[in-house]
C-alpha cells in the first residue's frame, strides 16, 4: 500500500515539474516567438529527461507508474473537458454557415480519407493511422491524445502520431505566410484566414501562421481553427463507435463511451451562455493546458525513442496527409471564394 501510494505521488510530482517547466520554456522569448505550444515542449523534454536516465540505468516509469498513468488518463480527460473554455458558440457563429461547412468537410473528408489510405495504401495499423489523421483534421496533439484515451490505443502509436503532428505542422505554420506573402494563392485575407482556420493542425500554428494578415485575417483563422476543436467531440464518439462495429476479429474491442467529451460539450455550451468571470476563466483556461502538458509529459515518459522509428511508411503518410488537407482546404475556400 504505502509502495503504491509513493508510486503515485512520485509519478504526478514529476509529471508536474516537467509540465510547469514547459509551460515556462513556452513563454520565454525563443519559444513564445516561434509560437511553441507547452504540449509540444512537454513530450520533447520528457523523452529527453526518459533517456537521459536509461542511459544511466534508472527505469523512472518503473518507480512512478501509477502516477504516470493517471497523469496520461484522468488528467488528460479533465484537460479536455477544460478545453471546452476556448471555444464558444458566439465564436463560431460569427464565421457563418460556410465557415461551419468548410470545418466539417474538412474534419470528415481527411479523417475518412486518411484513415483509408493509411490503412490499405501504406499498410498501416488502423489505431496509427486514425490517429494520425485526427491529429491532423481536427487539433493536433489535443485530438491524438484525446482519441487515444477514447480508443485506449497503445502509447508508442500515440507518440508516432504526434511526431507527425509536430513537424508537418510545423511546416505548414512556416510555409503559409510565406506563399501568401509571395501572392501565390488568389485570397483575399479574410479568404486566407479562413484557409489558415480549416488547415493547419495547432491552434498555435494558426496563431503564428495568421499573424501576418493582420487583426481581421487573424480572428477569422482562429475562429474557424476553434469550430474545427470542436468537432473533436462528435469524433470521440463516432470514431470508437465505428471501430468497435467494423473490428476485424480479435482486433475488435468492447465498446468504450468516452464520457469525457459530454463533459467538454457541456463547458462550451456552460461559456457560451453563461457570464463567468474572466479570471475564472483565465485559470480553468491555465489548468487546461497544465493537464494536457502533464498528459503530454506522462505519454513521453513512456516512448523509448529507440522504437519510434519502426513504423514503417509513417512519414510518407504523414506527408499526404499535409497535401490532402492543404489540398481540401484551399479547394473549398477557393469555391467560396
Not at 129 to 154: F, P, Y
Not at 298 to 312: H, N, R, V, Y
Request: glycine letters at 10%.
Amino acid at each position: 500500500m504505502k509502495k503504491a501510494y509513493t508510486s503515485f505521488v512520485l509519478g504526478i510530482t514529476f509529471t508536474l515539474v516537467l509540465a510547469v517547466c514547459s509551460i515556462a520554456l513556452a513563454k520565454t522569448s525563443f519559444f513564445s516567438a516561434w509560437h511553441i505550444s507547452p504540449l509540444i515542449l512537454g513530450i520533447v523534454l520528457s523523452i529527453v529527461v526518459a533517456s537521459v536516465l536509461r542511459g544511466f540505468g534508472v527505469r523512472i516509469i518503473d518507480e512512478c507508474r501509477s502516477g504516470v498513468d493517471f497523469s496520461g488518463k484522468k488528467l488528460l480527460r479533465l484537460g479536455i473537458i477544460l478545453y471546452g473554455f476556448f471555444v464558444s458558440l458566439a465564436d463560431i457563429q460569427s464565421v457563418g454557415l460556410a465557415g461551419v461547412g468548410v470545418a466539417v468537410a474538412v474534419v470528415a473528408g481527411i479523417l475518412v480519407a486518411g484513415f483509408v489510405i493509411g490503412v490499405k495504401i501504406f499498410r498501416l495499423d488502423r489505431e496509427l493511422a486514425i490517429l494520425m489523421s485526427a491529429g491532423c483534421a481536427i487539433c493536433g496533439a489535443a485530438a491524438v491524445l484525446a482519441l487515444e484515451s477514447a480508443l485506449r490505443a497503445n502509447a508508442q502509436k500515440s507518440a508516432i502520431a504526434i511526431g507527425s503532428v509536430v513537424v508537418f505542422g510545423l511546416l505548414g505554420m512556416f510555409a503559409y505566410p510565406i506563399v501568401y506573402s509571395a501572392g501565390l494563392l488568389p485570397f483575399s485575407v479574410s479568404q486566407m484566414g479562413l484557409y489558415m482556420g480549416a488547415s493547419l493542425y495547432e491552434v498555435a500554428n494558426v496563431v503564428g501562421a495568421s499573424d501576418v494578415l493582420g487583426q481581421e485575417g487573424a480572428n477569422i483563422a482562429l475562429i474557424e481553427k476553434m469550430i474545427r476543436v470542436a468537432l473533436l467531440a462528435p469524433v470521440l464518439f463516432i470514431v470508437p463507435f465505428l471501430f468497435d462495429r467494423y473490428g476485424q476479429g480479435k482486433s475488435a474491442k468492447k465498446l468504450y463511451i468516452p464520457y469525457f467529451a459530454l463533459g467538454f460539450v457541456a463547458v462550451v455550451i456552460l461559456h457560451s451562455f453563461v457570464a463567468i468571470p474572466e479570471a475564472i476563466v483565465g485559470f480553468a483556461q491555465f489548468a487546461c493546458m497544465l493537464c494536457l502538458s502533464m498528459a503530454m509529459c506522462a505519454l513521453g515518459l513512456q516512448i523509448d525513442i529507440k522504437t519510434m522509428g519502426s513504423a514503417k511508411g509513417v512519414f510518407g503518410f504523414g506527408l499526404l496527409l499535409f497535401v490532402l488537407v492543404s489540398g481540401l482546404g484551399f479547394g473549398l475556400v477557393w469555391i467560396l471564394a
